[in-house]
């Protein structure tokens, strides 16, 4: 079962993608997300700019195409029909609204985030990474067109998602595969899809930049921590393919990378994806509450676990 934590894992000339104003009557009412959302890239945000020179925008539209670019793991658009602010899903608005009052406060790098939504959007060249991380018996790939049928099939899964609030529809997973891979583009590394030599696709191992502030230590800049995670189908259950899958992945975010740490987290009663993470030398740090998981749910509690470059082992004798 250890595939199935939770944890698993910039100035340019654009069009204006300002959603067109809403009339009165289609206004949401104030206080709701949307009205929040348009309040903060339509006021907030561009009266703040000319107190920060270092920002790299100052235009609304900018913004906004920052903060749903960071909170889609893509182009807004190619997920989510205009106008934003009314079609948004809500958990996603949600990341895009915390991730702007993060900027606001300090506490979130603009530049980074415009950074990603730039080479997204091809105006940057992305970081490099190779194409496959391998070994004899296991290789780690970017992801295919041919991944999103079995990728939906262990989302649908009751055993491999049951440390998850909930099972994942085929459109849900087909915008989680896109953003999973797209990851590369934006940072240079992601989750990686997992197969044996000649074997089928087994779920995903690799990782990925929080973009969300977190309630722990270190955690309350968003961007700045690095989290590994897993999620893998049944058959790969039992066999190390997660921990041998985790140990390529450090490999390559230690050395390639120049990462000096990460952090890994799932569900108190997760114990297989918790050996995983103490077989990799990660070390138990604290509990938390799940900021995405409903105050009232099971899984809320979750335990972190970290590791220093400098700690890492690599492979065992």
Known sequence: MSG????????????????????????????????RWRDLVDR?????????????VVDDHCFARILLDNAC??????????????????????????????VLSGSADLALLNRRSLQWRGKRRPPEAPATLETASLRLRRWRRAD????????????????????KSAGESLT?????????EADGFGPWAVE???????????????????????GERPGSLIEIGWRLSPEAWGRGIATRAARL?????????????????????????????????????????????????PLRRHVLYRLAAADFAGEPA
């Not at 793991?73 to 702007?100: F, K, Q, Y």
């Not at 999103?148 to 099972?167: I, T």
């Not at 103490?278 to 900021?291: C, I, K, N, T, Y």
């Open 148 to 167: 999103d049928a079995p990728f939906a099939r262990l989302n649908a899964d009751p055993e491999v998602m049951r440390h998850f609030p909930k099972l």
């Open 4 to 35: 199935a934590a939770r944890h698993v894992l910039a100035r340019g000339n654009f069009r204006d993608l300002r959603s067109p104003a809403p009339e009165p009557d289609a206004a949401p009412p104030v206080g709701e997300p949307q009205a």
């Open 176 to 184: 989680e595969a896109r953003a999973l891979d797209r990851r590369f």
């Open 73 to 102: 793991n893509g182009p807004w658009r190619e997920s989510v029909a205009a106008p934003a602010w009314a079609n948004m899903p809500p958990d996603r608005l949600a990341v895009a609204i915390d991730l702007g009052n993060a």
């Open 249 to 297: 992945v450090l490999a390559d975010l230690f050395g390639r990378c120049g990462l000096p740490g990460v952090v890994a987290f799932t569900a108190l009663g997760n114990t297989p994806s918790r050996r995983v993470m103490e077989r990799l030398g990660m070390v138990q740090a604290e509990d938390f509450d799940h900021p995405a998981v409903p105050a009232d749910a």
């Open 44 to 56: 907030l945000l561009p009266q703040a700019a000319p107190a920060h020179p270092d920002w790299p």
């Open 196 to 218: 044996e030599p000649s074997g089928p696709f087994l779920g995903f191992v690799g990782a990925m930049r929080l973009m969300r502030a977190m309630p722990f230590a270190g």
